[in-house]
């Protein structure tokens, strides 16, 4: 038996008691809709204001938002399902895992092109409004979701190629491990992580340190733009949980397999997400001014 499927055996032999599952649940779904609360109110924001939409910076926060809702919205289907039916059909498992893997697959590859947007405006202001339009920057997030989903359907075809037909029949504990199985897999995944990692981190310390040396002598904007990308730096580190989450199990693991995975849930799914509406949203004078209106129900005309 290999790894991931004694993992599955000692999730399903040692569940929780039904006062303890639906704590955990109760505590997820509460997490998820208060997160998604915050995300709706700034996707409203975005859309009810032309200030707004027509901004490339806006349109690359609004996508990062759209994106983390839908993969918290995936994990926290597949936390309950574990919890509810234990076991559910491969090509549901399949369809839920390869969205989940390519959103999760975006928000640092989106995080960079904020980067860089940052660096442009800064860097280079005359040449900012002729580089970054609309239409260019919807282009990069069709690259963006074309490169995440071009790596997770390479999962789906090795899986194709190497799995019997009866396995695609069967039932399983959906994780990446049970649906993905094949050690090709794993190192490929291993190997496209460390490479979009490396991409992203020398984007972001090729802007923070080109806008670092602007601030020196420039406008309050500069400044402002060095911490932006300083944060979208502390942003990719939580992001980089996802990718280390194997290693983080085993140190937080003590007697309770699944007390861990549930642990291993909230500092992976669902800290990220609960930082990102705060980190671009709240934190920005124009969104927030725009923001409270709707979060506190104040609806009134401008």
């Known amino acids: 038996m290999n790894v991931s499927s004694a993992n599955v055996t000692v999730v399903l032999q040692y569940r929780d008691s039904f006062s303890k599952a639906m704590t955990k649940n109760v505590i997820i779904v509460a997490l998820w809709i208060f997160i998604n609360y915050i995300n709706a109110g700034l996707i409203h924001t975005f859309c009810k204001h032309q200030i707004f939409y027509m901004n490339p910076r806006y349109v690359l926060f609004i996508h990062l938002v759209v994106n983390d809702m839908i993969q918290m919205t995936l994990t926290v289907i597949l936390f309950v399902v574990s919890y509810i039916v234990y076991k559910i059909n491969v090509p549901m498992c399949c369809i839920l895992i390869l969205f989940a893997l390519s959103t999760t697959e975006n928000t640092p590859l989106n995080l960079a092109c904020m980067a860089v947007e940052c ?12 580089i970054c339009t609309v239409n260019r920057t919807l282009m990069l997030i069709g690259s963006i979701w074309t490169t995440s989903m071009f790596s997770a359907l390479a999962d789906l075809f090795i899986t194709l190629a190497s799995e019997p037909r009866d396995f695609f029949y069967s039932k399983i ?16 995944r291993e190997i496209t992580y460390a490479v979009f990692l490396v991409l992203v981190w020398i984007t972001i310390f090729f802007t923070y340190f080109n806008v670092l040396f602007t601030a020196q002598t420039a406008s309050k904007d500069a400044k402002k733009a060095r911490n932006t990308i300083f944060l979208h730096g502390f942003q990719v580190l939580l992001c ?62 401008q």
């Open 119 to 130: 660096y442009i405006a800064i860097c280079v202001p005359l040449r900012h409004m002729q």
């Open 173 to 188: 504990f959906c994780q990446t491990q049970t649906v993905f199985p094949n050690p090709v897999i794993i190192k490929k």
């Open 240 to 301: 980089m949980t996802t990718y280390v989450a194997p290693q983080l199990t085993i140190v937080l693991l003590r007697n309770n397999y699944v007390d861990t995975l549930f642990y291993v849930h909230l500092i992976i799914q669902v800290l990220p997400r609960a930082f990102s509406p705060i980190i671009y949203g709240v934190r920005d004078t124009t969104f927030r001014k725009y923001l409270k209106r709707y979060l506190l129900g104040k609806m009134s005309p």
